[in-house]
T-cell receptor, first 110, second 113 residues
Framework: GEDVEQSLFLSVREGDSSVINCTYT??????LYWYKQEPGAGLQLLTY?????DMKQDQRLTVLLNKKDKHLSLRIADTQTGDSAIYFC??????????FGKGTKLSVIP | DAGVIQSPRHEVTEMGQEVTLRCKPI?????LFWYRQTMMRGLELLIY????????DSGMPEDRFSAKMPNASFSTLKIQPSEPRDSAVYFC???????????FGQGTRLTVV
């Protein structure tokens, strides 16, 4: 089946940039997503990118897509303690065909 | 809209008992998904419905698991009999099929002892 891989942990200092990386196998993915999960909560969509785009910027978030290498990254500028959460990469062709990675736990050190 | 509503938020049950998890989707969403989240396996899609009809249940682990959607505003996931390895957080998510986003409920944390 399709697979999405991401590192499990990332620790950064407050104010630094965070970069969370992800690789996926489904070359037919139309969309690539980043979801955020805070403790005790469900997943919340942060941002997504169409597969025909290379980059998308949304305030402090920058998504980079290398379709050739099937590599996706999420950069959070000026990381804050409120950004501490688990971040999930997902690939799919729409909301009903998502394949999730196992999540990267971001810890922000004050 | 209050979002996707799941109940209960926490469930502790003994092995062998029947467990029923409930989900109320966002009004107007015609796709409903049940996911299971564990440390070992991450987030797995168990089953999804479109217009109350099960479309893909290939993620349902065993016959002990069953899901229903009797109407557009309610779905259940039942485990009978439950086993300790079923302990996980179960999420319900819904979408309108036209949008790219699936909206998640807060999950039910199931512990089978």
């Amino acid at each position: 089946g399709e697979d999405v891989e991401q590192s499990l942990f990332l620790s950064v200092r407050e104010g630094d940039s965070s970069v969370i990386n992800c690789t996926y196998t489904d070359s037919s993915s139309t969309y690539l997503y980043w979801y955020k999960q805070e403790p005790g909560a469900g997943l919340q969509l942060l941002t997504y990118i169409f597969s025909n785009m290379d980059m998308k910027q949304d305030q402090r978030l920058t998504v980079l897509l290398n379709k050739k290498d099937k590599h996706l990254s999420l950069r959070i500028a000026d990381t804050q303690t409120g950004d501490s959460a688990i971040y999930f990469c997902a690939s799919g062709a729409g909301s009903y065909q998502l394949t999730f990675g196992k999540g990267t736990k971001l810890s922000v050190i004050p | 809209d209050a979002g996707v509503i799941q109940s209960p938020r926490h469930e502790v049950t003994e092995m062998g008992q029947e467990v029923t998890l409930r989900c109320k989707p966002i009004s107007g969403h015609d796709y409903l998904f049940w996911y299971r989240q564990t440390m070992m396996r991450g987030l797995e899609l168990l089953i999804y419905f479109n217009n109350n009809v099960p479309i893909d249940d290939s993620g349902m682990p065993e016959d002990r698991f069953s899901a229903k959607m009797p109407n557009a505003s309610f779905s259940t996931l039942k485990i009978q009999p439950s086993e300790p390895r079923d302990s996980a957080v179960y999420f319900c998510a819904t979408g309108d099929g036209l949008n790219t986003e699936a909206f998640f409920g807060q999950g039910t944390r199931l512990t089978v002892v």
